[in-house]
Structures are given as structure tokens and as C-alpha cells.
């Protein structure tokens, strides 16, 4: 009924909002396209993640590859080129992605996946390596696994190019054992963010679903900050430990809760230290705020354990 009056009368569906995203996560930089580079130090090792993020400006396509040298594109002087050990392109128009290797002249065979970007909307493309293959991830779900054609010690270069303004490229994480500790370099002084990502561990065999993790801050023996998603409730826990005494839990959310329980969602979390509290992000968007129970200045050690796969830990 409803469609049918919107129909007679012209009335519109009301469009869904979408959460607002912010640009202290990484999307306030530009890089220049085409983009070249090549991996500086030892070769890629298990466990590292490519992360490629930025905005579409063209309706045709754009382009990220691996490949085993710096011939990435013909011209008068290059008539042949390195191989493409992984080519993930982008058909914005066909609302595709095709992944493939070219080795020796040589195509692959092609996998294809979906995907719903238009110009203007902005993209994040990582690829997990591993000995034996690469996992695809498209803003932040698993779409694809790419068996390697040839070992991962032969990429030498990354190239992107195409219709895209390009906001980050980065390479982070290896393989973690949990629980994961560190100590924080200089501690954790406002102006600092800590970026912790991964997946959430599933047991098919054992049929074990997961059912937090968390991120501790510690000040010496205190907890300054405990944050813990609680899949069972869809609550984010927020409290502290000082002297022995817990705080009451803190759960509200400005942007419900937005993390899924399947091993092929992906989640970034970037606690923003400030001068009075902690912000948090999650996968762009903001979650809420936990206002400082010590100096930031004493925090210094990081605790991350719990159903999860961890993917990547680092302080900007």
C-alpha cells in the first residue's frame, strides 16, 4: 500500500542515514595517482596487511597490483611487463572486481566479485598475505581468497592507478599470539591514537562462537581504561580499575553497536587519546567517549585479548 501511494502521489522513501564518518581514522590525506612504490627492507612477510583507502572520482575503473618489478605500464621503452602476482581491478561501471595474476604474458584464472561503490564514495581494499594465499577484504568484509601463483618473497612492488583519490597506503601487522602486551613508547599523551584491528575467531570444528575481546590501557598496576564489545548483550562495555575498584560500566553509543560476530567482518578500532578522554571509532564511525580517570600521560601499556584474530596494532 505504501509503495502504491508513493507511486500516485510522488512521495519518496525516506532514504536511510548513514553514520557519519570522521577523518582522524586516515582518510585526510591525499596521495598521487598513479602510485608506485616499492617494499623497502625484507620481503613481504606472513601476516602483513596492505591497506589501500580513498575516494572514487570516475565512473571507469582503478587498479591495485602486486607485482615482481617496476615495468607496470607499456610505453615506448617498457614492451613487456613484471609480472602482476595479484591484480585486483575495479570496474566501478559493471560494479565489479575482478582478481587475477599475469605471469610470464599469462593470465590466470579470473575470480569476480560484487560490489555497490558510484563516484564519491569513498573505499577501503586490504589484502592479508599469507604463505599460501591472500585474503580480500572490501570495507571490511572478506570477499575473496587468492592462491598465490608465485611466492610471496617474489613482490617487489605495489602499483595503483585509475579513477581514485587516494587518502592511505600503508602496510601493518604480522601474525600476534594472544593474549598481546606491549609497553607504550613515551606513553599515551593526548594527541595520540591507537588503531587495534581484526576478526572475531570462530571455531567451525568445535562449534564455538565468540563472544568479546578487549583493550586495556594500563597505568602501571590500574586499568585506565577497559573497553570490551559484548556480542551476547550488542553492548560495548567501557570502565576502569583503580586501587583495586571497578567503575560502573559505561554502554551507551552514539552509533549502536557495529561489530559482527562472523570471521569474514573486519573491525578497526582507533582510540583517540584528547586532553580530558578517550574517543572511539569504529570502522570510521564514532562510538562514544570515556573521560580520563588518570593522567593519559601514566598510561603506559597496552593489553589485547579475547575471541579475535588480530590483525594489526600501531600508535600514530
Not at 598475505?129 to 587468492?146: K, M, N, P, Q
Request: hydrophobic share 40%; charged share 25%.
Amino acid at each position: 500500500m505504501a509503495a502504491i501511494l508513493r507511486k500516485l502521489f510522488g512521495l519518496k522513501k525516506k532514504k536511510k542515514s548513514l553514520p557519519r564518518k570522521d577523518s582522524v581514522t586516515g582518510r585526510n590525506k591525499t596521495f598521487n595517482v598513479p602510485y608506485l612504490s616499492r617494499l623497502e627492507g625484507n620481503a613481504l612477510q606472513p601476516g602483513q596487511s596492505l591497506i589501500v583507502r580513498g575516494t572514487i572520482i570516475g565512473r571507469e575503473e582503478f587498479l591495485i597490483n602486486f607485482t615482481s618489478g617496476p615495468r607496470v605500464e607499456l610505453d615506448e621503452e617498457t614492451e613487456e611487463l613484471d609480472n602482476r602476482l595479484l591484480s585486483v581491478r575495479v570496474d566501478v561501471a559493471a560494479k565489479r572486481v575482478y582478481l587475477n595474476a599475469c605471469i610470464d604474458g599469462e593470465w590466470g584464472r579470473e575470480g569476480v566479485v560484487k560490489h555497490k561503490w558510484v563516484a564519491g564514495d569513498d573505499f577501503d581494499i586490504r589484502v592479508r598475505c599469507h604463505r599460501e594465499c591472500y585474503d580480500v577484504f572490501i570495507d571490511y568484509t572478506l570477499v575473496a581468497t587468492f592462491a598465490h601463483y608465485r611466492p610471496l618473497s617474489t613482490v617487489s612492488h605495489l602499483y595503483i592507478n585509475g579513477d581514485i583519490q587516494l587518502a592511505s597506503v600503508s602496510w601493518e601487522g604480522k601474525y600476534y599470539a594472544l593474549a598481546y602486551s606491549a609497553e607504550i613508547p613515551e606513553n599515551l599523551y593526548p594527541g595520540r591514537r591507537l588503531h587495534v584491528s581484526g576478526t572475531f575467531k570462530v571455531d567451525d570444528e568445535l562449534k564455538a562462537k565468540p563472544t568479546s575481546f578487549f583493550i586495556d590501557l594500563l597505568s602501571g598496576p590500574d586499568t585506565a581504561l577497559h573497553f570490551e564489545p559484548l556480542l551476547a548483550r550488542k553492548k560495548v562495555v567501557r570502565r576502569s580499575c583503580i586501587n583495586g575498584e571497578w567503575s560502573a560500566d559505561q554502554i551507551s553509543s552514539e552509533a549502536g553497536f557495529p561489530f559482527k560476530k562472523t570471521a569474514s567482518n573486519l573491525f578497526d578500532v582507533v582510540i583517540a587519546c584528547n586532553e580530558n578522554n578517550f574517543t572511539f571509532y569504529v570502522n570510521d564511525v564514532l562510538l562514544g567517549v570515556f573521560n580520563h580517570v588518570v593522567s593519559p600521560r601514566s598510561i603506559d601499556k597496552i593489553v589485547v585479548s579475547g575471541d579475535l584474530v588480530l590483525h594489526g596494532v600501531h600508535l600514530k
